[in-house]
């Protein structure tokens, strides 16, 4: 006689893990449409992208990516930073082919060689780490993850940094931005945080992307950008 097949009965660990894993993915599909907005606003005038969080943000993004899944161990839990990747390339092309962008400064350059800089930093340190210890010691994956956490966390202030041109545009009245991109890139991040804290493994450093350069960032531009009044979307 053959029996019924036993359910799968998956541990509290494995609940959150996978809860984790969804609202991350989740948090990266929500930071695609605050993507596709912004490219909807730009098209239809409403936003000037600034060169220094866009283009010239665009190897910050980078890094910030290479880091935030070294820290994790998880691609799917990195979403959000990978959707970052590809769309702040795709915004920063788009921008430059219609012509839709402001003039980059000296500021937008330094802010570029400082994310350079820490990538190199990170990467040599890391390759040096992995020098020193065999493939199969026991704090290897640990010892790497802190060194990508601390990465992680100095290339936030290069993100921070990125976008005060953005916001000093908006602030004296050059800079032009619609906010409801980025609200829902704010949430997205939000989400994110929400996702870390369901599976939380105690490491403070996980949180430094989502808070700084999605909540504190991208919120700020929202709050100044809803306060300057820019027309409604008319393409």
């Given at each position: 006689?053959?029996?019924?097949?036993?359910?799968?009965?998956?541990?509290?660990?494995?609940?959150?893990?996978?809860?984790?894993?969804?609202?991350?993915?989740?948090?990266?599909?929500?930071?695609?449409?605050?993507?596709?907005?912004?490219?909807?606003?730009?098209?239809?005038?409403?936003?000037?992208?600034?060169?220094?969080?866009?283009?010239?943000?665009?190897?910050?993004?980078?890094?910030?990516?290479?880091?935030?899944?070294?820290?994790?161990?998880?691609?799917?839990?990195?979403?959000?930073?990978?959707?970052?990747?590809?769309?702040?390339?795709?915004?920063?092309?788009?921008?430059?082919?219609?012509?839709?962008?402001?003039?980059?400064?000296?500021?937008?350059?330094?802010?570029?060689?400082?994310?350079?800089?820490?990538?190199?930093?990170?990467?040599?340190?890391?390759?040096?780490?992995?020098?020193?210890?065999?493939?199969?010691?026991?704090?290897?994956?640990?010892?790497?993850?802190?060194?990508?956490?601390?990465?992680?966390?100095?290339?936030?202030?290069?993100?921070?940094?990125?976008?005060?041109?953005?916001?000093?545009?908006?602030?004296?009245?050059?800079?032009?931005?619609?906010?409801?991109?980025?609200?829902?890139?704010?949430?997205?991040?939000?989400?994110?945080?929400?996702?870390?804290?369901?599976?939380?493994?105690?490491r403070y450093s996980s949180f430094a992307f989502p808070v700084i350069n999605g909540i504190i960032c991208?919120?700020?531009?929202?709050?100044?950008?809803?306060?300057?009044?820019?027309?409604?979307?008319?393409?």
């Amino acid at each position: 006689m053959v029996g019924l097949p036993v359910p799968q009965v998956f541990q509290p660990s494995q609940r959150r893990a996978a809860l984790s894993r969804q609202l991350a993915i989740l948090a990266g599909v929500v930071l695609g449409c605050a993507y596709s907005l912004y490219l909807w606003q730009t098209y239809g005038k409403q936003s000037t992208p600034n060169l220094t969080t866009w283009l010239i943000g665009f190897p910050t993004a980078l890094v910030n990516y290479l880091t935030y899944t070294r820290l994790f161990r998880d691609r799917s839990r990195s979403a959000v930073a990978l959707v970052a990747v590809g769309l702040t390339l795709l915004v920063a092309l788009y921008a430059l082919w219609a012509g839709a962008f402001t003039t980059p400064k000296w500021y937008d350059m330094f802010c570029t060689v400082m994310a350079m800089a820490i990538g190199m930093i990170w990467y040599y340190r890391r390759q040096w780490l992995l020098l020193q210890l065999s493939p199969d010691a026991v704090d290897r994956e640990e010892k790497e993850r802190y060194l990508a956490g601390k990465a992680n966390i100095t290339l936030q202030f290069v993100f921070l940094a990125s976008f005060l041109p953005t916001l000093y545009g908006l602030w004296l009245g050059t800079g032009h931005e619609y906010a409801l991109a980025w609200f829902v890139a704010t949430a997205a991040y939000g989400i994110q945080i929400l996702a870390i804290r369901v599976d939380w493994d105690g490491r403070y450093s996980s949180f430094a992307f989502p808070v700084i350069n999605g909540i504190i960032c991208n919120g700020a531009v929202a709050v100044l950008a809803a306060f300057h009044h820019a027309p409604a979307i008319s393409p």
